[in-house]
Nanobody, 128 residues
């Protein structure tokens, strides 16, 4: 059974930084050779959107809105995914979710409906 647990959200002023973590149980990063993991975010009343993805080879993708400011990474030894967020903007206000699927590369689909496992979310509040 796969479980994803996010942490690291909070409040920060615009221009500041936060690092989100996603601890994974049930996915062994060192042996899982297929699939995709990543971060999504959702603002109330809007659709959930992808932010950054990483595959089993640690190849990454970042959405245009965050490229150059956010960085996805993972620590294989502790099965943990990270999202380093720098130069945060007001438009980054959202609930951030960790997600995973065990097959299909990160270039196959970025649709939330194509991800099987989800964390409970962690809120990021950026103020001016």
């Amino acid at each position: 059974q796969v479980q994803l647990l996010e942490s690291g959200g909070g409040s920060v002023q615009a221009g500041g930084s936060l690092r989100l973590s996603c601890a994974s149980a049930g996915i062994n990063f060192s042996t899982q050779k297929t699939g995709c993991m990543g971060w999504f975010r959702q603002v109330s009343g809007k659709e959930r959107e992808w932010v950054a993805l990483i595959d089993s080879r640690s190849s990454t993708r970042h959405a245009d809105a965050v490229r150059g400011r956010f960085t996805i990474s993972r620590e294989i030894a502790i099965n943990t995914l990270y999202l380093q967020m720098n130069n945060l903007k007001l438009e980054d206000n959202a609930i951030y979710y960790c997600a995973a699927r065990l097959s299909g590369s990160c270039y196959l689909s970025v649709l939330p409906t194509d991800f099987t496992y989800w964390g409970q979310g962690t809120q990021v509040i950026v103020s001016s």
